[in-house]
């Protein structure tokens, strides 16, 4: 297993919120020991010369194979974590998307590969159930808050 910590530079990331009912998708976050510490949605990194949009749709065509209708622009969220004792820090563009009809009906939990090819899973989890004693944490901090306001 790689253990990935974070670069020591502020990152841009632009992230997808998908929604069946009343669960978001995200992605587990694992620990060093591969235990499931938290999910987060899914996108990733926005290159030099792309918009986050153009990001967002590229890591959802990458990472599921699917082309996303993004539903309005984003909200900014800036997040200073820790992960396994490294700090980290990154600006997210969060942006509500939809799926193709018919897209992941019927399925719970979807395999697929990071860039590098490291495998993940994702499914969806209803933000209520996160981030209470002895669950599994919703990251980045702070979407929660944001997801209750709405």
């Known amino acids: 297993m790689t253990r990935w910590r974070p670069p020591p530079q502020i990152r841009f990331k632009a992230l997808g919120l998908h929604w069946r009912e009343d669960r978001l998708l995200a992605a587990e976050v694992p620990d060093d020991a591969g235990r499931v510490k938290g999910v987060r949605p899914l996108g990733g990194t926005v290159h030099f010369g792309e918009t986050a949009e153009a990001a967002v749709r590229r890591e959802f065509a990458e990472e599921l194979g699917i082309a ?16 396994e004792g490294a700090p980290g820090h990154e600006i997210l563009a969060l942006f509500d998307v939809a799926f193709p009809e018919g897209a992941f009906d019927g399925v719970e939990r979807i395999a697929f590969h990071e860039d590098e090819g490291t495998p993940c899973h994702a499914g969806w989890y209803a933000p209520d159930s996160l981030d209470q004693p002895g669950r599994i944490r919703l990251f980045p901090d702070g979407l929660k808050a944001h997801l209750a306001a709405r």
Do not use: K, S, T, W
């Open 68 to 83: 996303i209708e993004v539903l309005g622009p984003p909200v900014f969220l800036e997040n200073l974590y820790r992960h």
